[in-house]
């Protein structure tokens, strides 16, 4: 939910709040979505995501888990599910907070932009790791403080809530990313501190120690003690609530609620917050961080009825009963007891003793009970007597909104809202919500449950084997497009996907048990300026002759054919067929860059090799060579003799034609094994240049291509919606690994490199693979692969000619060098990691003719 102003509090106080601790030996409930981003945020520090680098964040994730595991740390990760109509606000500015990021189309905006996929090369990456998880129907942070009072052990996320959940809380950015060793006598007086240097390969570590206290003879006696651990701070609710504060547990859900959350928007308590008065206070202090410290005082002076009831009162007569409700429901989401996920991790309760735990209904019971005095009465109590004089409003700062944004907010409540009452036939509880608004006042119930999804769909769900906005589609017919780095003049990438979609939501609809259903609502971004807008598909059906088949995947394979065929591939039944017999981890991958291929008029042939350039790095080069990061001058220094064997040796040609070679798993099996270590090192050391940032971003009016970034956050349009449809299906394909086949920045370059040579193709094999034939051949059956089906792919325009370009370069080359021999200044500075001078090495060989350049010729003349 998230609780405003909380964090920057506690941190700004953090002397007072958070204490150092020691992580290890113990389990640990991890909050997964939050974990997602916080790495993701990390990641960036080393490599610019560029839309999607998710090779380098796979890795990233598994070496978290890594450092968990050798602390001896049992992780149990949560996943939030579908979103809540109370959510959907917070969700809608969000996603016009990113658009407004992605406008400009910079470096730095994609470091702020999550890639499409990264949640699910998140999920990989954990089950890689050996660790449990489970996506939670809706939102998980109450079955994420649930689980860990259950289990009696800590929290790790970066979400306010977590301060007012009774729960032992770690913040994710007070975790030192260093393993510590400590070894200690028993009496834990006596000890030394070291770092383990796990760069070193291998299972033995070297441990460098950085401090001792006490008697060295006691630290290594025989009673010692050695362990790894995590540095961090621990919170907990005691940390709130005493002895500065002095606040009681059954206070802080009502301290949250005033603060404000995503229950009760700040603006509906505007009457209290005048009442009750700051005094004087620093005015370099923000607004919210005052508001906290007066509002934590103010509790302090009242019981949980007494706070009520003067809450309640400064609310309008109309109004209260309704705010009453709210209220009562926000206190409840912080003391809910219900958990799925204790059961689902193969826990089991040893004996049904009483722990002072309370049921959903018992909690209630009490909250109304407490409550009730509220309404017995209605005082007009003024609060003046908490006032002096001189003492400032606390509301003084309360924010402004537009006219128009307050009316698009207004406008996505109300129609959140009527969903909700359309769908009110999912909930077992509905009729309460729907109740008269006389009736008695009590907490509304949780409606967002998957009590009544098909036992086939709420298990995919929670072991997590399909995307999270499936729940939006079935629950609330809703779908909210995440908008990429793209072209915001284009309508959204998305837009490719529609059929796709249509399809997912046709599907769901004929599983659902209430009447039948026929259109969805589509949140997406606005067209040419940034902002949100809302969109309603209506008649959406299953096609005449698709019946889906939730214990057979193999007869839910007509749902993906009748995509193809209703796209126009003329062959689809051969592509099938065919696609049978391919790598089982490339099918769904080579059908999705087909069916792009198809709708998307703006890819053409060098999209496609730059995609397949990008499965061989990541499929062969990258297995065989394990490379631990793509920092070029260290490879090249690592493998200088290697490399520099490569000058003056002609390029290698495929040993055999591959233009009758049709790609298949034996043949790939064949070619890509074939190849020896050798020139894999080589085809690297052409190839890692490409996961850089080209040094000519960096410089100024030098903007990235929108084309073709919009044409590639297409392409992964289609392998997300056609990844979801493949696992509601049963998963006839294999499902994408994406740290496997994509990296865009990687791909950008390499397309960006070839689009407007003369031959792509030649280029490729006289530059990136000029030194191995097998890597070639493989390439060549791809590509080849992929134009049967897409024939139209040769005719679309690839850009303009590079041959006056060069010239240009050539030119401006020529100048800079002379101005350099007269003591002159270069006009940009050379590029990083020898960009420029790579590619002169490869097309400067002695006996290479280069078809993309006239005068290569003339070099082999003597000229």
């Not at 945020?41 to 598994?62: C, E, I, M, W």
């Not at 001058?633 to 290698?652: M, P, V």
């Amino acid at each position: 939910m998230g609780v405003r102003g909380l964090t920057t509090f506690i941190e700004t106080n953090a002397d007072a709040y958070l204490k150092p601790f020691e992580l290890h030996d113990t389990l640990l409930v991890i909050d997964g979505d939050s974990l997602c981003a916080q790495l993701f945020s990390r990641s960036n520090n080393k490599t610019t995501p560029f839309g999607g680098h998710y090779d380098a964040y796979y890795r990233q994730v598994l070496d978290f888990f890594d450092m968990l595991k050798a602390c001896r740390i049992v992780p149990y990760v949560l996943l939030d599910g579908g979103y809540e109509s109370r959510k959907i606000v917070t969700v809608r500015e969000r996603m016009k907070q990113k658009v407004h990021s992605i406008a400009h189309l910079s470096l730095e905006s994609t470091r702020h932009t999550m890639p499409l996929m990264l949640r699910e090369v998140f999920v990989d990456a954990v089950r890689a790791a050996g660790v449990s998880l489970m996506r939670c129907a809706f939102e998980a942070d109450d079955e994420v403080a649930i689980l860990a009072r259950k289990l009696d052990c800590p929290v790790m996320s970066y979400d306010s809530d977590f301060y007012i959940h009774n729960v032992r809380y770690i913040p994710f950015v007070t975790l030192t990313h260093k393993i510590y060793r400590k070894v200690t006598d028993a009496s834990g007086d006596n000890f030394e501190i070291g770092i383990v240097d796990r760069t070193k390969v291998g299972t033995r570590h070297e441990v460098k120690f950085l401090a001792q206290c006490g008697d060295e003879t006691l630290i290594r006696g025989e009673d010692s003690v050695t362990y790894d651990y995590l540095d961090c701070c621990l919170y907990t609710i005691e940390n709130l609530i005493g002895p500065n504060e002095r606040l009681s547990k059954e206070m802080i859900p009502l301290f949250a609620v005033l603060l404000g959350n995503d229950y009760i928007e700040r603006k509906v308590l505007e009457g209290f917050y005048r009442s009750i008065k700051s005094g004087r206070t620093n005015r370099k202090i923000a607004q919210q961080q005052r508001r906290i410290k007066v509002i934590l005082k103010w509790l302090q002076n009242h019981t949980l009825q007494s706070a009520i009831r003067t809450i309640v009162n400064q609310i309008r007569v109309a109004n209260r009963n309704q705010i009453h409700r709210q209220m009562l429901t926000a206190m409840r989401g912080y003391n809910v007891e219900e958990c799925v996920s204790f059961e689902f991790f193969g826990f089991r309760e040893e004996q049904p003793t009483f722990d002072g735990t309370l049921t959903d209904a018992e909690v209630e019971r009490n909250i109304v009970d407490c409550l009730g005095e509220a309404e017995e009465a209605v005082e007009h109590h003024s609060c003046s007597s908490d006032a002096a004089s001189g003492e400032e409003d606390l509301n003084e700062d309360s924010e402004e909104e537009d006219p128009d944004e307050a009316e698009d907010a207004a406008t996505t409540n109300d129609e959140v809202d009527g969903s909700n009452d359309e769908n009110a036939d999912e909930s077992d509880e509905d009729d309460e919500h729907q109740g008269d608004s006389e009736a008695a006042p009590g907490p509304w119930r949780n409606r967002y449950t998957d009590h009544r999804w098909p036992t086939w769909f709420r298990e995919l769900y929670r072991e997590v084997r399909t995307p999270r906005f499936v729940a939006d589609l079935y629950h609330s017919r809703l779908c909210i497009n995440s908008p990429q780095m793209e072209d915001i003049s284009k309508p959204d990438s998305n837009t490719i996907s529609y059929p796709i979609l249509h399809l997912i939501f046709a599907l769901l609809s004929s599983q659902h048990p209430g009447p039948m259903r026929t259109s969805f609502r589509y949140i997406t971004r606005k067209q040419r300026k940034p902002g949100v807008r809302y969109q309603t598909f209506e008649d959406i059906q299953l096609p005449d002759g698709l019946h889906f088949v939730s214990d057979d995947p193999s007869q839910n394979i007509a749902f993906i054919k009748h995509l193809f065929r209703e796209s126009g591939v003329v062959e689809w039944e051969d592509l099938f067929d065919r696609t049978q017999h391919l790598p089982a981890n490339m099918s769904l991958y080579f059908l999705a860059i087909i069916y792009w291929a198809k709708n998307c008029g703006d890819v053409n042939v060098a999209h496609v090799q730059a995609l397949i350039v990008c499965v061989l790095q990541l499929q062969i080069v990258d297995r065989c060579l394990k490379p631990r990061n793509r920092d070029v001058d260290l490879f090249h220094k690592q493998h200088k003799q290697l490399l520099d064997d490569r000058k003056g040796r002609k390029s290698n040609k495929p040993a055999v034609s591959t233009e009758s070679t049709a790609f298949s798993r034996a043949i790939y099996q064949q070619l890509a094994c074939a190849v020896p270590r050798s020139e894999l090192v080589q085809a690297y050391g052409a190839l890692i240049r490409h996961f850089s940032v080209d040094e000519k971003l960096h410089r100024k009016n030098t903007h990235i291509d929108r084309s073709t970034v919009h044409t590639m956050a297409e392409f992964q349009s289609v392998c997300f919606n056609l990844y979801a449809l493949n696992s509601l299906l049963g998963s006839p394909f294999d499902r994408l690994r994406m740290h496997e086949l994509y990296n865009s920045l990687f791909v950008y370059n390499v397309y960006e490199t070839i689009k407007s040579r003369t031959d792509p193709c030649e280029y490729v094999r006289g530059t990136l693979f000029r030194d191995s034939a097998g890597l070639f051949e493989v390439f060549t059956c791809m590509v080849a692969f992929v134009v049967r089906y897409v024939p139209e792919l040769h005719e679309r325009k690839r850009g303009a000619v590079r041959q006056s370009k060069a010239k240009s370069s050539s030119s401006g080359t020529s100048k800079g060098a002379e101005g350099g021999r007269k003591g002159g200044k270069k006009a940009y500075p050379p590029p990083a990691n020898d960009w420029q001078q790579e590619e002169k090495t490869s097309d400067g060989d002695e006996e290479f003719v280069d078809v993309n350049n006239k005068f290569s010729q003339l070099l082999l003349a003597g000229v």
